[in-house]
């Protein structure tokens, strides 16, 4: 008897266990009588199915818990990673902000060359102003450029 005290230990599944061994028990007492009572039979195979649905309640119940525990860990990650998801996505913004202005400015930048040289090119090479423009319209290239190039590297 001070066995099935330690079985009493696992809960709804050593009880059931216990019950299980004493329905064997009480079957193999009744194998010994010389005339077997059917009703001392039937009483014991309702005994016996009372502790298999205890065990198997039992592990149901250790399963449902493990489960339990698995989902508040599970949840821990989840929030985890939405964490770092908002994070990433605050990353995105701020470098889609810089790419879509950095393209504002080329494009600004380029309009801007681009009048340079449609006026250059209407330009008459006979006249006295030439000259002068001409070092001007370059000098405005030069500084597009390098504008161009400075956004570029950002």
Partial sequence: MESLGNFLAYGAIGLGLALAVLAYLLLRKEQGVAKPRTEIIKAIYVFMGFALILSLGGFVGELLKSDAASIVQVR???????????????????????????????????????????????????????????????????????????????
């Fill in 76 to 154: 821990a990650q989840l929030d985890e990673k939405t964490k770092k998801l908002e994070e990433m996505e605050e990353k995105y913004r701020l470098v889609d902000q810089k790419l879509s202005s950095s393209r504002m400015l080329m494009q600004s930048l380029m309009d801007l060359k681009g009048g340079k040289i449609a006026r250059l090119k209407q330009l008459d090479p006979d006249r006295i102003e030439y000259a002068a423009l001409v070092r001007e319209i370059q000098n405005d290239l030069e500084q597009i450029d390098r504008s161009l190039n400075e956004a570029l590297r950002k």
